[in-house]
């Protein structure tokens, strides 16, 4: 298969379902949902969802999986896109590009940027409940939510963002490089994987192999960001470039050096491809995903 | 039947259901739970949980109704201590004090307030998924995640307080002040009101009269909220009197000055009585707090 073309195809998938699902800019909130729409349409790659249906679709690649799981895909691009506008605001990490565009509240102030931030963890929810959902099982729905509730809230999205921010400027040791790599970008990437799986009703096996798959991925997904962020130009990267070094974030080149820490990048797609082993071709998509992320350029 | 007592009674209820469902602030994010923590228990009313608590006892008084809603109840209390954690905000109303106690990106710094506010209003979700709240039918659940994410979201609450932010300093007509009032507060007011009433399996009268109970309480709760803003002193309110004031924000009392204001607000409190007409004396705490609401003095 050809990732790039690939990619395009269920990138257009998604952002074809955001058109149905997305609230319009008009009526007495216009102005609050124009700045939740305009994070959401600036060009994401659409990494999590695209990993969501691919991972429902190695169990079950029948046409109507697309449906019942494409709610849960725009839901998980929802809480990453609030994600990006919390972590960019200047009492984070104060970042005023992203995605080669100005952030959040660059363009609509900080008030409207917090308030889109909230709007749109908040509509993730609101999808997974609502009834562009309802070609899932309940039993399938709650869990899903469960999943992305506990990998986006205090035990990892928004508990990694805390740590990385409190360990700014500090010399931290390499436990707590992983805790906040594992929660701040793992946790999202593994639950997308799982929230395809449960959509899919995948038995215990495929559950745990996907896990793994989830895990290993999501680490080199954070380690490749980390030496993008060292290596790219700001005109590469969308955003500016070496703003960890500029925040004195501890990173795994920081630690490592580049070279090792490319290595420790391939190594993370060799365990995510190892435990696929067990997977026929309908994984396919997986497997070059987990390769796409290590090549990626931004 | 004795509001204070009743009031004091459903608030140990669901202080001690907290501590069963709260996380506690140690391990790597201590700092963080520690911040969320700080606001869930600087002493709130618990005016939502109560409410929801009231309102599935209206319909279904028996024992097991209150295991059954609890985790509801503070999943309300969740989205409420967020929304005041981020409205407290420099970049919102920049508010130093809240139930007489610092707010609390006084006490942690910006970037853990807005992160405490993330993490407990996904907390909520994580809550009404979890094993806590599987006494309800897997359906039940899914229409109250439903209820309370639309109105806590950007059709309710995010929006009203974008609209709240947007409209301040400028000269807003009546209809906007309702449309503030109704979606920043009544939406969740209302909203735990619903939610009760689909874990007591409301049928749809029942449910009607609720909805208009809901809409009236929480319409009287923000007129009541913007005559204490005015008439209170800072001691007395517990956060910084005035400040609608200080903010130009526009009030009930700005536009009809305190005696037609007390009067609006009377008439409210006779709509939500009015819509409890054909409830017996199960709804009678409904009924107290409809009263208690327009006499509380913070």
Redesign the interface.
């Known amino acids: 298969m050809e990732i790039k073309a690939y990619l395009n195809e269920q990138r257009q998938i998604v952002e074809d379902a955001f058109q149905t699902y997305m609230?319009e800019a008009k009526g007495?909130?216009a102005?609050?949902?124009e700045s939740?729409r305009y994070s959401l349409f600036v060009g994401g790659k659409r990494v999590r969802p695209i990993l969501c249906l691919a991972a429902a679709q190695a169990i079950s690649p029948d046409s109507t999986m697309k449906t019942k799981v494409l709610p849960v895909c725009c839901a998980l691009e929802c809480i990453h896109t609030?994600s990006l506008i919390?972590d960019d605001?200047p009492?984070?990490d104060d970042d005023n590009l992203r995605r080669g565009k100005p952030t959040n509240h660059v363009v609509y102030?900080?008030?409207?940027a917090?308030?889109a931030?909230?709007?749109l963890?908040?509509?993730a929810?609101?999808l997974?409940?609502?009834s562009y959902a309802d070609k899932l099982e309940?039993?399938q729905?709650?869990?899903i939510?469960?999943i992305i509730?506990?990998a986006?809230?205090?035990?990892g999205m928004?508990?990694g963002?805390?740590?990385d921010?409190?360990s700014e400027g500090k010399n931290i040791d390499f436990e707590?490089l992983k805790?906040i790599h594992r929660c701040k970008t793992g946790a999202l990437i593994t639950a997308a994987i799982l929230a395809g799986a449960v959509a899919a009703d995948a038995n215990d096996t495929q559950y745990q192999a996907l896990e793994q798959y989830g895990k290993a991925v999501g680490l080199a997904f954070q380690i490749v960001d980390d030496l993008l962020d060292v290596e790219s130009t700001t005109e590469e990267l969308g955003k500016e470039a070496g703003s960890d070094v500029k925040n004195n974030k501890a990173t795994y080149p920081s630690i490592f050096g580049v070279k090792q820490t490319k290595k420790m990048a391939n190594e993370a797609v060799e365990e995510a491809l190892f435990s696929l082993t067990h997977f026929d071709e309908k994984a396919d998509p997986l497997r070059e995903l987990a390769k796409y992320i290590v090549t990626r350029k931004k």
């Open positions: 609230l007495e909130f102005f609050h949902i939740m609030y919390h605001l009492a984070m102030g900080e008030a409207a917090i308030l931030g909230d709007g963890l908040t509509l929810f609101d997974l409940s609502s309940p039993q729905r709650l869990q939510i469960s509730a506990k986006a809230g205090s035990p928004v508990g963002q805390a740590l921010i409190a707590t805790t």
